[in-house]
């Protein structure tokens, strides 16, 4: 039926160009292309890089890695063509040498419907210097070998790929007269077209496009035996050598054997008996990700064309029959249009997915969305309702959502009572279906925007970045580089109330330089004024005597609801009028500065109400700006949903030296930290199985808690400390987290100092056996006294926690101790997280190579 881009047509070569340079050879790659065109007057000239184009298939391929949309109609026409003078355009900046896609309107009869050519213009002298491209010799005699860079040629690859070539070329015999062409002095017709088949060639020829091109699999073979550190080939087992695994059969070599296991890779790491077969799929994600072992053993430009070999072969590519979207496979014409849409699947594998057209979202069958892609494809048929396996009894254009699609409709103050069915369109207009008005705009809000960050749920990748925290900001990077995929680690964080975790949060955006939006900015500026007032409020309602009717009706209202921000907002809504000269009369009073000056005394007044009411008057200007410390101390945080999200990366530290592991400044590895309030976690934590992506969990506990009680709803009182060890007895039981890696952060330990000086650790009853032994030893740190009594009481905490940790799990805790005020505390416990996810990569890797049948990564891929 369609064919994309069929064929491979040497077009033409020439000896000498317009500059009687001997050297310079043009050289034409024509495909045929059906389709209307981009524009019809004006040949459009679309960059592609030549050096990935040794097939037609692959050429096919590269216009759709490279994102370039094309239009498909039928019929496939050939037609016969005089040619233009191509190859006059300017050179292509970005590929050097290489190549160009025209597009361009057929000169006469209606039955051409459009020809796609990419011309090769090659200039030997140039590329010969420019690594990894691929030419054609200009050679009379030789005009079909194919040459390669020069440490391509070392691996013999110019002569397989010539072999290839040659087949294509021969293949193509009577369509393209390529020898008529070398030698010619003038430039010459850079594409030439064939006569128009008859309509019964045609049709025969179509049908044979109309089924996908299928490639044999070829079964996993389990080689090894389960013997560690086996090269297939030698059969010399040594576990520490690094070993190269065939991307089809999953066969392990050693550097000594796999050039003579892989031959040239002219489709990248693959068997010599494996090349032809499809990849393993478990292995998509490392194609074209070069191993240390092969970098170490080629020279880059090698290793680069083999990788780039590796991706953009045909046979590597994905089966479209594979991949089913709304339970109906695709051909290839679909999956061109999946892959060649403005914003295609990222990390397409095969696999059942959903699709709405309406929206564009697009997900794993039975899972929440993952991406918003394109809307409006013509693919797969009309969406199930339990498409993704969604129990919230919403519905988005006829989908039942999940829960983290609820939260993000919650958060964008959308009412979900009573069953309804939304309708969005794909830049996120919403409306109640059978209503007939928009009421609003998703992606502008954005409170939506931190909670898809946090909950990972898509955006569309042309929303603006808020503050650093949208997952997707990358999309455009990673669309370019095709399937080099980000790694993002996930980070948790989740405590008790008052455990520190938003200082943590904010603290962590300080350290790893996570701009703070203008909302944020100004929302935390409301905040720390609100604050303000409330200290102010608190230190009224300590003071005996009041100057003015005013205050004393201050203090009435106070006294109502006390405490309560809403009731402050009546009395001073923050930042819309200025109240500095109020709080300044206040200050000069007498009667006030001595209830300052007891303000320890008052229980109410939060130990960093100080550090703002020593400067109250500066703080409740009209133009005062938050300095970083101020957001740092500011009580709260402005999030919806008690969510926050940040993406960051670990910034090198000077005493990394060389012992630092490869991917230390990878930026494909970054890290995203959530912060999630417990409240918002719902009833046994059953909100939880939102976060089922996350790869740490860091619960964080307040060391000070175990003296402090909290009144529950019903009036019960608890201890602070009981209540944080029963939420996290639910976080770390979730079946949601089974399989989770869990630090645990014993935060505020300045404050732990000051306290077990004055209150036993023993007043909560999970500690009640505390008792630090005074020994008559002096301890190894510190010559002459015992570990200070809050060291000694960190450990006993940690411990606790410890085993409460392995009785539930089984497994073993991380414990990281911490001051939320001190950044330092709060980066060294960040890396001990990133370390704790790599060790299990590690060792996930090994067990995975060598003792699983599963999958067999290559053993030191990087990027
Ligand atoms: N001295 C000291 N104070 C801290 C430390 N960590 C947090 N705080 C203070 O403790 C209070 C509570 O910290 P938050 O970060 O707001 O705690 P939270 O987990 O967000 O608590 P919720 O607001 O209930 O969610 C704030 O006033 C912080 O300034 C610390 O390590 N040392
Ligand atoms: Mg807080």
Same mark, same amino acid.
């Given at each position: 039926m369609?064919s994309?881009l ?5 077009g ?7 500059h009687?340079d ?6 034409s790659?024509?495909m045929?292309?059906?389709g ?8 459009q000239?679309i960059?592609?890089?030549v *050096?990935k ?8 391929r590269a216009v759709?890695l ?7 109609i ?12 191509l190859?006059e355009?300017s ?6 040498s290489?190549g160009?896609?025209?597009s361009r309107k ?13 011309v090769?213009?090659l200039?030997?002298?140039?590329s ?6 691929l030419?054609f ?7 079909n070998h194919?040459?390669?860079s020069?440490?391509v ?6 002569k397989?790929?010539?072999?290839e070539?040659?087949?294509e ?5 009577g369509r ?9 002095g003038?430039?010459i017709?850079?594409v030439?077209?064939c006569?128009?088949?008859?309509s ?6 179509s049908?044979?496009?109309?089924e996908?091109e299928i490639f044999p699999q070829?079964? *996993? ?5 389960g013997r560690k $550190? ?5 059969q010399?087992?040594?576990?520490f050598?690094?070993k190269e695994f065939?991307i089809v059969?999953g066969?392990?070599?050693?550097? &000594?054997?796999?050039?003579r ?13 494996c090349?032809g077969y499809r990849i393993?799929?478990?292995k ?5 990700k ?9 020279t880059n430009?090698?290793?680069k ?11 590597n590519?994905?089966?479209?029959h ?5 339970d109906?496979?695709l ?5 061109v ?9 990222k ?10 057209k309406?929206? $564009?979202f697009w997900g794993k069958?039975?899972?929440k ?8 494809l013509?693919?797969?048929?009309q969406?199930r309702?339990?498409?993704s396996?969604g129990?919230?009894k919403v519905?988005?254009n006829?989908r039942?959502i999940t829960k983290?699609?609820l939260?993000?409709l919650k958060?964008?103050g ?8 939304f309708?969005?369109t ?6 109640l279906e059978g ?5 609003g ?6 409170t939506?925007?931190?909670v898809c960050?946090?909950l990972s749920l898509?955006?569309p ?6 503050g ?9 990077k ?5 399937l080099?995929? &980000?790694t ?5 964080l989740?405590g ?8 943590i ?17 100004q929302?935390i ?6 604050n ?9 309602e300590g003071?005996?005597?009041f100057?003015?009717?005013?205050l004393i ?5 106070h006294a ?5 921000s809403?009731?402050?907002d009546?009395?001073?809504p923050?930042?819309?009028r ?5 709080v300044?009369e206040?200050w000069k009073?007498?009667a ?5 000056k007891?303000?320890n ?9 100080n ?9 409740? *200007?009209m133009?005062?700006?938050?300095c970083?410390?101020d957001i740092?101390y500011?009580?709260g ?6 969510i926050?999200?940040m ?7 000077p005493?990394?030296g060389y012992m ?7 930026p ?13 976690l719902g009833e ?5 199985e ?5 790869d740490?969990?860091i ?9 402090e ?6 009036g019960?009182?608890?201890n ?6 029963k939420l996290f007895?639910n976080?770390?039981t979730?079946?949601t987290?089974?399989?989770k ?5 014993l935060?505020?330990?300045?404050l732990?100092e000051?306290k077990?000086?004055?209150v036993?650790?023993a007043?909560?009853?999970?500690f ?6 005074i020994?008559g030893h ?6 002459n ?7 000694r009481?960190?450990h006993?905490?940690a411990?606790?926690f410890?085993r409460?940790?392995?009785?539930l799990?089984?497994?073993k805790?991380f414990?990281?101790?911490?001051? $939320?005020?001190?950044a330092?505390?709060i980066?060294?416990a ?7 996810l790599k060790?299990?990569n590690e060792?996930?890797?090994i067990?995975m190579?060598?003792f ?5 990564e290559?053993?030191?891929t990087?990027a």
């Amino acid at each position: 039926m369609v064919s994309v881009l069929r064929s491979i047509l040497p077009g033409s070569s020439s000896k000498t160009d317009d500059h009687g340079d001997d050297y310079n050879v043009e050289y034409s790659f024509a495909m045929e292309y059906t389709g209307p065109l981009v524009n019809d007057d004006i040949p459009q000239v679309i960059p592609i890089d030549v *050096r990935k184009i040794p097939t037609a298939a692959m050429a096919a391929r590269a216009v759709i890695l490279n994102n370039l949309s094309l239009p498909i109609i039928q019929p496939i026409v050939k037609s016969d063509h005089s040619g233009k003078k191509l190859s006059e355009e300017s050179n292509l900046g970005k590929f050097g040498s290489s190549g160009r896609v025209y597009s361009r309107k057929p000169e006469n009869g209606s039955d051409r419907e459009g020809v796609l050519e990419i011309v090769h213009e090659l200039d030997r002298a140039k590329s010969s210097t420019s690594s990894g491209t691929l030419g054609f010799s200009n050679s009379q005699n030789d005009s079909n070998h194919f040459w390669g860079s020069e440490d391509v040629e070392d691996l013999n690859i110019s002569k397989l790929e010539s072999e290839e070539l040659s087949s294509e070329i021969s293949s193509c015999e009577g369509r393209v007269d390529v020898g008529n062409h070398v030698g010619q002095g003038n430039r010459i017709p850079a594409v030439t077209f064939c006569d128009l088949p008859s309509s019964d060639a045609t049709s025969e020829e179509s049908d044979d496009q109309e089924e996908p091109e299928i490639f044999p699999q070829k079964p *996993r073979a389990f080689p090894n035996d389960g013997r560690k $550190g086996l090269c297939n080939k030698c059969q010399k087992i040594n576990r520490f050598s690094d070993k190269e695994f065939c991307i089809v059969c999953g066969a392990k070599y050693c550097s &000594k054997c796999l050039i003579r296991a892989m031959g040239s890779m002219p489709e990248g790491r693959k068997c010599i008996t494996c090349i032809g077969y499809r990849i393993d799929e478990s292995k998509r994600a490392s194609l074209g990700k070069c191993s240390r072992m092969l970098k170490r053993m080629l020279t880059n430009d090698t290793a680069k064309q083999i990788m780039s070999n590796e991706r953009s072969c045909e046979v590597n590519q994905l089966s479209p029959h594979l991949i089913c979207v709304n339970d109906k496979p695709l051909c290839l014409e679909e999956l061109v249009i999946l892959q060649s849409c403005k914003n295609p699947p990222k990390k397409l594998r095969p696999g059942n997915y959903w699709y709405d057209k309406v929206s $564009g979202f697009w997900g794993k069958e039975g899972q929440k969305p993952s991406q918003i892609i394109s809307a409006q494809l013509a693919l797969g048929s009309q969406i199930r309702e339990d498409a993704s396996n969604g129990d919230t009894k919403v519905y988005i254009n006829n989908r039942e959502i999940t829960k983290p699609e609820l939260w993000m409709l919650k958060a964008a103050g959308i009412h979900c009572e009573g069953e309804p069915h939304f309708w969005v369109t794909a830049d996120g207009s919403y409306q109640l279906e059978g209503m007939n008005y928009v009421m609003g705009k998703l992606w502008e809000k954005t409170t939506v925007r931190i909670v898809c960050a946090a909950l990972s749920l898509p955006l569309p990748s042309d929303t603006s970045n808020p503050g650093g925290e949208d997952v997707d900001k990358d999309t455009d990077k990673s669309n370019s580089k095709n399937l080099e995929q &980000k790694t993002m680690n996930k980070f948790l964080l989740v405590g008790f109330d008052q455990s520190g975790t938003s200082t943590i949060f904010k603290q962590a955006k300080i350290l790893y330089d996570v701009p703070f939006s203008e909302d944020e900015k100004q929302n935390i500026k409301c905040m720390i004024q609100r604050n303000l007032y409330r200290y102010i409020c608190i230190l009224l309602e300590g003071h005996e005597h009041f100057e003015t009717e005013y205050l004393i009706e201050l203090r009435r209202q106070h006294a109502d609801e006390p405490g309560t921000s809403g009731n402050l907002d009546a009395i001073f809504p923050a930042a819309t009028r200025e109240y500095s000269h109020q709080v300044e009369e206040l200050w000069k009073d007498k009667a006030f500065q001595a209830t300052y000056k007891r303000r320890n005394e008052l229980p109410m007044l939060p130990r960093v109400a100080n550090y703002f009411l020593d400067r109250a008057v500066e703080i409740s *200007r009209m133009d005062y700006e938050p300095c970083q410390m101020d957001i740092l101390y500011a009580e709260g945080i402005t999030s919806s949903n008690g969510i926050a999200s940040m993406e960051f990366s670990f910034p090198k530290l000077p005493q990394d030296g060389y012992m630092e592991p490869l991917d230390q400044n990878d930026p494909l590895i970054s890290y995203q930290l959530i912060r999630v309030h417990s409240s918002s976690l719902g009833e046994n934590c059953k909100w939880l199985e939102m976060f089922e992506d996350v790869d740490l969990v860091i619960y964080s506990v307040s060391l000070t808690d175990y003296d402090e009680y909290y009144e529950d709803i019903n009036g019960v009182c608890t201890n602070k400390m009981m209540a944080s060890k029963k939420l996290f007895e639910n976080i770390v039981t979730h079946p949601t987290f089974a399989d989770k890696h869990f630090l645990l952060i014993l935060n505020k330990f300045d404050l732990l100092e000051e306290k077990i000086e004055q209150v036993p650790l023993a007043q909560c009853e999970w500690f009640h056996d505390f008792k630090p032994v005074i020994s008559g030893h002096p301890h190894k740190n510190n010559s002459n006294n015992n570990p200070p009594l809050a060291q000694r009481a960190f450990h006993y905490i940690a411990v606790k926690f410890k085993r409460l940790f392995d009785s539930l799990t089984g497994q073993k805790l991380f414990v990281s101790r911490v001051t $939320g005020l001190e950044a330092d505390t709060i980066d060294t416990a960040l890396r001990y997280g990133r370390e704790i996810l790599k060790w299990d990569n590690e060792i996930h890797t090994i067990s995975m190579n060598e003792f699983s049948s599963e999958s067999i990564e290559p053993s030191t891929t990087s990027a």
